[in-house]
């Protein structure tokens, strides 16, 4: 499920030039409320506001052990994107299935692996999902805590577009 929060209110800056006009000049938006049990794995500023990304309200799947489903918050300033993703916490076949921008993809994960910027947003949350204690932690720095959970760090790593579109 792919859900997209837009605010109305925002004001193009030539219109705020206006004299009383909506907003004051350099009056902005106000970013959304975060859910309540926003795990936040990355917050960082960028040229349109604060980039954040989290998670919350994750549920295990009652037909799949293992599996577990979570609602993954992905903010650009005042715009959010809400998706649910699915992840697998097997030691034998980890994984990350989510909707990136209108396509499912699959990320088959190698816990304690080689981290970079292709995989290390999956590896974040596969973190925080399945190791709780973890979140927020830098995936590269978790190697030898994987090893001492009993993930190999050595199995195939791969992302697959996956025909369709995503809800």
């Known amino acids: 499920m792919l ?6 209110w925002a004001v193009p800056a030539a219109l705020a030039l206006l004299p009383g006009l909506l907003l004051p000049l350099g009056a902005r938006a106000e970013p959304p409320s975060r859910p309540p049990g926003l795990v936040v794995l990355e917050e ?4 349109e506001g604060p980039r954040v990304l989290g998670i919350y309200a ?13 609602s993954f918050w992905q903010q650009r ?16 076949a980890p994984m990350r ?6 396509s499912w993809q699959l990320a088959e994960l190698n816990p304690g692996g080689t981290i970079h910027p292709g995989n290390r ?13 973890l979140a927020g932690r830098e995936p590269a720095e978790l190697t030898a805590v994987a090893r001492q959970l009993g993930y190999s760090g050595s199995l195939r790593e791969s992302v697959q577009n996956l025909p369709g579109r995503g809800r």
Request: net charge positive; with cysteine; proline share 9%.
């Open 3 to 8: 859900t997209t929060v837009r605010r109305c």
């Open 44 to 47: 960082r500023p960028s040229q």
């Open 58 to 70: 994750p549920r295990q799947d009652p037909a799949s052990p293992g599996l577990w489903r979570v």
């Open 77 to 92: 300033g005042v715009d959010v994107t809400i998706r649910t993703d699915s992840v697998r916490c097997s030691a034998a």
């Open 97 to 102: 299935l989510t909707n990136e921008s209108g």
């Open 121 to 133: 947003v999956h590896h974040l949350v596969w973190w925080a999902v399945c190791h709780p204690e």
